[in-house]
């Protein structure tokens, strides 16, 4: 997950990028080292097609009065031999109570990977709308206690789960 959106324009530091401004290549080149036994490492131009975002939502949140845009986009990875199908397995969240913001990203790995993630978004979610006051009190002490749930919910065989190869 990285970085996927960039101004159209030039923008002040003052105005507040909306969706309709953000946008991203479907295409990039660049160059690979080749090494071929017995001759000279050479770069060879690539041009890779992008895919299409798997997730990709941009709202406006308000937090201590102050509107914010919010912009998640998660794009499934390639396989530049195209020798692989690719499974998009990560997920993310933007939310708000008009106090705090959090934001979680989840990488999935392994073959319910997907579900893993799915899962941490759901349990962060609920636990953030839940312990709102934990968040503001003290938003670090907060993250460890969230991240050891995450951690000790996903151990449980009642989650649904079976995360014995799979992670986030």
């Known amino acids: 997950m990285g970085a996927c959106a960039s101004s159209k324009n030039k923008v002040s530091v ?14 990039i ?3 690979f080292m080749k090494a071929e036994e017995g001759k000279a490492p ?28 919010t912009s998640v986009c998660v794009l499934p990875g390639i396989d530049p031999h195209k020798t692989t199908p690719k499974q998009c397995q990560d ?14 990203v ?3 790995h392994g073959p319910n ?5 799915q899962f941490c978004c759901k349990t962060a ?3 953030y709308k839940n312990n709102k006051q934990a968040c503001t009190a003290d938003p670090s002490a907060f993250l460890e206690t969230l991240s050891a749930k995450l951690d000790n919910d996903m151990k ?7 995360v014995s190869a799979s992670g986030s």
Request: net charge negative; with cysteine; aromatic share 10%.
């Open 14 to 27: 003052n105005h507040i990028l909306g969706p309709a401004e953000l946008t991203y290549s479907r295409t």
């Open 29 to 31: 080149s660049r160059r």
């Open 42 to 69: 050479s770069q060879v131009p690539m041009t890779l097609a992008l895919t299409e975002p798997y997730l990709s939502v941009s709202r406006k949140v308000a937090v201590d009065g102050r509107e914010f845009w």
């Open 91 to 104: 997920m993310s969240f933007v939310e708000s109570d008009g106090e705090t913001l959090l934001c979680g």
């Open 106 to 108: 989840f990488d999935g």
């Open 113 to 117: 990977g997907r579900d893993v993630a």
């Open 125 to 127: 979610v609920a636990f």
């Open 156 to 162: 449980l065989s009642t989650n649904g789960v079976d």
